[in-house]
Nanobody, 119 residues
């Protein structure tokens, strides 16, 4: 059983919106933080957004420069899920989006979900 499972990817036109979900099969507070990364063909994997999950009182969200103001990361402890709300999507947002959970030096990854934004 996969630890992290992404859903919500798909095709969208530029300017549109999508919402990704990452369901964890463990309590998300057992991770120091969780986040989203993406990888375009021929490119390195890059940070999209991260959020603290170990400390409920301080989500401390962090975003890649290219998505600031357009994407929002959030968490739900009851559902053990993190979300990525993506607005004003651009063709350059196209890529394979991975959910990440971090515990100390250990990184856990989902299988990825594809997002394709057409011009």
């Amino acid at each position: 059983q996969a630890l992290l499972v992404e859903s919500g990817g798909g095709f969208v036109q530029a300017g549109g919106s999508l919402r990704l979900s990452c369901s964890a099969h463990q309590r998300i507070f057992t991770f120091d933080s969780m986040g989203w990364y993406r990888q375009a063909p021929g490119e390195q994997r890059e940070l999209v957004a991260r959020i603290t999950t170990q400390v409920r009182s301080n989500p401390n969200p962090d975003y890649g420069d290219s998505v600031k103001g357009r994407f929002t990361v959030s968490r739900n402890y009851t559902k053990n899920t993190i979300f990525l709300e993506m607005n004003s999507l651009k063709p350059e947002d196209t890529g394979l989006y991975y959910c990440n959970g971090r515990r100390g030096r250990l990184d856990y990854w989902g299988q990825g979900t594809q997002i394709t934004v057409s011009a």
